[in-house]
């Protein structure tokens, strides 16, 4: 079993930054996959970005390509996602999650554990 939770959420203006970190819970964390998704109002819930448990593997939605950044610090059983020149259009509750699988998944579905999400709002 793994618990995740994230921050780092807040309001910022468009073009502004922000860190999300994911914590999460238990002695098996580097053996995880990890992605970032988010969901805004009226939306599916859509992939962000995935890394792989060793680092090596990162996968990024075209939207925020060159914007964002995935990593993880095994050590602290925690991953971040560096969001930089923030767009409205990025607004949207953002979840962490964990798949046991090793590739990075970009589906939902394929992943095991979910965090509560932490909320980003971009104003323009």
């Known amino acids: 079993q793994v618990q995740l939770a994230e921050s780092g959420g807040g309001l910022v203006q468009a073009g502004g930054s922000l860190r999300l970190s994911c914590t999460a819970s238990?002695?098996?964390?580097?053996?995880?996959?990890m992605g970032w998704f988010r969901q805004a109002p009226g939306k599916e819930r859509e992939f962000v970005a995935g890394?792989?448990?060793?680092?090596?593997?990162?996968d990024y939605v075209d939207s925020v390509k060159g914007r964002f950044t995935i990593s993880r610090d095994n050590a602290k059983n925690t991953v971040y996602l560096q969001m930089n020149s923030l767009k409205p259009e990025d607004t949207a509750l953002y979840y962490c999650?964990?798949?046991?699988?090793?590739?990075?998944?970009?589906?939902?579905?394929?992943?095991?554990?979910w965090g509560q999400g932490t909320q980003v709002t971009v104003s323009s």
């Open positions: 999650a964990a798949r046991a699988g090793r590739g990075v998944a970009t589906i939902a579905r394929q992943y095991d554990y």
């Open positions: 238990g002695r098996t964390f580097s053996s995880y996959t």
């Open positions: 890394i792989s448990w060793s680092t090596i593997g990162t």
